[in-house]
């Protein structure tokens, strides 16, 4: 839920967020509201009624969906540090002390930094729907206001036309994004990235065995089986049946027993996850030195910190944020980039094996939780028609080069020829 400084949620966007994505995953629910926040810090920040503009269909003018715009762009903890405080404000009705209390909370940075493109698209993306969502809810309302029939009409009309021509103006100004495809890693970073994490490399970076090797079956783990951070994280111990080769991944959405601030959730279907042999023994290596942590015995999940907590999301952001900061010849790992490393290799595994784009896709979705309607499976098949395509190409270039020095050869025969008989004829002249 989106709070205000007391800790009160917000009834606008708690409504929408309820009614538009209640059957979404909370890491959508959440930046669908991150993209209702932008909206709101922005309103705070620049002085702004947003119930007054959504009621009279005023909106923002160009001006401000500028500054809406670079607002997107940046980190949400500078937008609050940057925030004019404003005593009348709908949403964040602040008393002067406590604002200055809030305000010392936040961090201060002396240069202002940007995210990444895409994540700016995104806010915006659901900052739109946000407004939009707003925007029918109030032309809604014209036909119950005491009007005729044919002035509320045209009222709501005119407020629609105003209303996606906004809309429109945001999409408009939202930054493109780049279209190099999924990343995925190098032969020669995948190799490196192995070596760098196994338990006794002495290039490891991580000095306790028991994190030592939970990282290897980590890493190993989503290598092998494409599963999401979220999925490795919720996996329990009862999920790993180590006598039929198996990690059964499985939906646990708000769950009580589960105590983690950020509980990690599967986004996709509930699945069975194959392990070979040589992954199954890495599980059971982890399982074993996993049990022997007090704290570890007192719950089920199965990946756990020093202490035996459960391992957090932040633990395996920070995981592959060292390796990329200790070994950057490894590339820009992380946990979803194995994933589409494992989509990568996949589609070589379909080359090779002969498999068709129909039996492809539908093993793909399967072993990915996607459904049969899934439009992911298209972006791997599309990444590797290109891939075809490029290679037809440069043999086609090839072999129409394939001459080139018998034609060199052909030009510098005649060029001697030329020169013989252009000397003859300088020798009958004199």
Same mark, same amino acid.
């Given at each position: 839920?989106?709070?205000?400084?007391?800790?009160?949620?917000?009834?606008?966007?708690?409504?929408?967020?309820?009614?538009?994505?209640?059957?979404?995953?909370?890491?959508?629910?959440?930046?669908?509201?991150?993209?209702?926040?932008?909206?709101?810090?922005?309103?705070?920040?620049?002085?702004?009624?947003?119930?007054?503009?959504?009621?009279?269909?005023?909106?923002? =003018? @160009?001006?401000?969906? *500028?500054?809406?715009?670079?607002?997107? %762009?940046? !980190? &949400?903890?500078? $937008? +609050?540090?940057?925030?004019?405080?404003?005593?009348?404000?709908?949403?964040?009705?602040?008393?002067?002390?406590?604002?200055?209390?809030?305000?010392?909370?936040?961090?201060?940075?002396?240069?202002?930094?940007?995210?990444?493109?895409?994540?700016?698209?995104?806010?915006?993306?659901?900052?739109?729907?946000?407004?939009?969502?707003?925007?029918?809810?109030?032309?809604?309302?014209?036909?119950?206001?005491?009007?005729?029939?044919?002035?509320?009409?045209?009222?709501?009309?005119?407020?629609?036309?105003?209303?996606?021509?906004?809309?429109?103006?945001?999409?408009?100004?939202?930054?493109?994004?780049?279209?190099?495809?999924?990343?995925?890693?190098?032969?020669?970073?995948?190799?490196?990235?192995? =070596? @760098?994490?196994?338990? *006794?490399?002495?290039?490891?970076?991580? %000095?306790? !065995? &028991?994190?030592? $090797? +939970?990282?290897?079956?980590?890493?190993?783990?989503?290598?092998?089986?494409?599963?999401?951070?979220?999925?490795?994280?919720?996996?329990?111990?009862?999920?790993?049946?180590?006598?039929?080769?198996?990690?059964?991944?499985?939906?646990?959405?708000?769950?009580?027993?589960?105590?983690?601030?950020?509980?990690?959730?599967?986004?996709?279907?509930?699945?069975?996850?194959?392990?070979?042999?040589?992954?199954?023994?890495?599980?059971?290596?982890?399982?074993?030195?996993?049990?022997?942590?007090?704290?570890?015995?007192?719950?089920?999940?199965?990946?756990?910190?020093?202490?035996?907590?459960?391992?957090?999301?932040?633990?395996?952001?920070?995981?592959?944020?060292?390796?990329?900061?200790?070994?950057?010849? @490894?590339?820009?790992?992380?946990?979803?980039?194995?994933?589409?490393?494992?989509?990568?290799?996949?589609?070589?595994?379909?080359?090779?094996?002969?498999?068709?784009?129909?039996?492809?896709?539908?093993?793909?979705?399967?072993?990915?939780?996607?459904?049969?309607?899934?439009?992911?499976?298209?972006?791997?098949?599309?990444?590797?028609?290109?891939?075809?395509?490029?290679?037809?190409?440069?043999?086609?270039?090839?072999?129409?080069?394939?001459?080139?020095?018998?034609?060199?050869?052909?030009?510098?025969?005649?060029?001697?020829?030329?020169?013989?008989?252009?000397?003859?004829?300088?020798?009958?002249?004199?």
């Amino acid at each position: 839920m989106l709070l205000d400084d007391g800790g009160i949620p917000l009834f606008d966007p708690t409504v929408w967020s309820i009614t538009r994505y209640r059957q979404k995953s909370a890491a959508t629910v959440e930046q669908a509201l991150r993209g209702a926040m932008l909206i709101h810090l922005f309103c705070w920040r620049h002085g702004i009624d947003l119930a007054e503009r959504i009621r009279a269909g005023t909106f923002f =003018e @160009v001006g401000e969906l *500028d500054a809406l715009v670079s607002d997107a %762009s940046k !980190p &949400f903890a500078h $937008l +609050r540090t940057a925030a004019k405080v404003l005593s009348t404000s709908e949403f964040f009705p602040l008393r002067s002390r406590s604002a200055a209390r809030f305000l010392r909370r936040l961090p201060t940075t002396a240069r202002v930094q940007t995210v990444a493109p895409e994540t700016t698209r995104i806010r915006l993306h659901y900052a739109t729907s946000y407004l939009r969502w707003l925007g029918e809810r109030q032309k809604s309302r014209f036909s119950s206001g005491a009007i005729g029939t044919d002035e509320a009409f045209v009222r709501a009309h005119e407020y629609g036309v105003r209303l996606v021509d906004v809309v429109e103006q945001i999409e408009e100004r939202a930054p493109s994004v780049s279209r190099k495809g999924r990343i995925s890693l190098e032969s020669e970073q995948r190799a490196r990235l192995l =070596e @760098v994490v196994h338990p *006794d490399s002495r290039i490891n970076p991580w %000095s306790d !065995p &028991f994190v030592r $090797l +939970r990282n290897w079956v980590i890493v190993c783990w989503l290598l092998g089986t494409g599963m999401r951070r979220g999925e490795l994280l919720g996996l329990r111990v009862r999920d790993f049946n180590r006598g039929q080769a198996y990690c059964e991944i499985k939906r646990r959405q708000d769950d009580k027993r589960d105590q983690r601030r950020r509980q990690p959730n599967a986004k996709t279907l509930e699945r069975v996850a194959p392990l070979d042999e040589v992954l199954t023994s890495l599980g059971e290596q982890y399982l074993e030195v996993r049990n022997k942590i007090e704290l570890a015995r007192k719950h089920g999940i199965l990946f756990v910190a020093e202490d035996g907590k459960p391992l957090s999301d932040s633990a395996i952001t920070g995981m592959f944020a060292l390796l990329r900061e200790r070994h950057p010849d @490894v590339g820009s790992v992380s946990a979803h980039v194995l994933r589409h490393q494992w989509n990568e290799d996949f589609s070589t595994y379909a080359d090779t094996s002969g498999l068709g784009s129909d039996e492809e896709v539908q093993l793909r979705c399967f072993l990915m939780g996607w459904t049969p309607k899934s439009r992911m499976p298209g972006h791997y098949l599309k990444r590797r028609t290109k891939a075809k395509a490029d290679e037809h190409s440069k043999e086609m270039q090839r072999r129409l080069m394939k001459h080139g020095p018998e034609i060199h050869q052909r030009i510098k025969h005649v060029d001697q020829k030329a020169h013989a008989l252009n000397d003859e004829a300088v020798g009958a002249g004199g």
